[in-house]
């Protein structure tokens, strides 16, 4: 049976993490949906352990993570695309939320809130819930929509008809092409529609510098149509 929902994962050296998204989709109530990995070219047991819960495994050694999603994409065979990270584990009824959604044949794309996947402290759990929630909602409040690659689906229709990623994005290539598609139907942010992802880039960062780097990053892309070009990879 052809699946509804293909859901991708770009992962690189992950194998710490991986198990939380598969884990997270092996609970989901809404079932007819493929699970696609691509391997960035990992030197540990992230390729294994994906295909050992029966994931498809593409390798995918070239470009940046919007690279590795577009490949991702050309490799599903839904006509709903679900993009997440390798350190996020979704909530069990996430893809059935985004199911019911998109019978309204006006939505091209939708994302939903991040909490925290670890324990952590409430000055962490504030930065997250302003980066995923207030920045994202008051984006979509000016016509500027934002989406997370973390938690974000689209209709495979609208994502190629906008071209599907800016590779040339090291950073909000995620935000570039939510307001591509804001202009061939409706994005829509679904308070209820929510995944929990690691905390370590603003335990490693800080609070502040994750705030300061998410904002400055909406508004440099806003004003210029650029984001920043560094973006340290952390395991």
């Known amino acids: ?87 996020t584990r979704a909530s069990k009824n996430l893809l059935g939320i985004y199911h019911e959604l998109f019978k309204n044949k ?19 759990r504030f930065g997250y819930k302003f980066a995923s929630v207030y920045l994202a909602k008051i984006s979509y409040h000016t016509g500027k ?24 994005l090291v950073t909000y290539e995620d935000l570039d092409l939510a307001h591509r598609l804001a202009k061939v139907g409706e994005v829509r942010y679904v308070n209820n529609a929510v995944v929990a992802t690691s905390t370590r880039r603003i335990v490693k960062w800080g609070v502040f510098r994750y705030i300061l780097f998410n904002t400055s990053n909406v508004i440099r892309y806003n004003l210029f149509h650029d984001s920043n070009k560094e973006y340290e990879p952390i395991r």
Do not use: W
């Open 106 to 124: 006006g939505v091209v794309a939708a994302s939903g809130p991040l909490i925290p996947l670890e324990q952590t402290t409430r000055f962490i």
């Open 1 to 87: 049976m052809k699946p509804e929902i293909s859901v991708i994962i770009p992962a690189l050296n992950e194998e710490r993490y991986i198990g939380y998204p598969l884990e997270g989709l092996k609970s989901q109530s809404f079932r007819n949906f493929e699970t696609i990995v691509v391997d960035g070219g990992s030197s540990d047991r992230t390729a294994q352990i994906a295909k050992k819960a029966g994931c498809r495994v593409v390798i995918h050694r070239k470009g940046d993570i919007a690279a590795a999603r577009n490949r991702g994409v050309r490799a599903a065979r839904g006509d709903l695309i679900m993009f997440t990270n390798a350190d």
């Open 145 to 168: 929509p934002a989406i997370s690659g973390s938690n974000f689906i689209v209709r495979k229709s609208a994502f190629k008809k906008c071209g599907g990623f800016d590779e040339s």
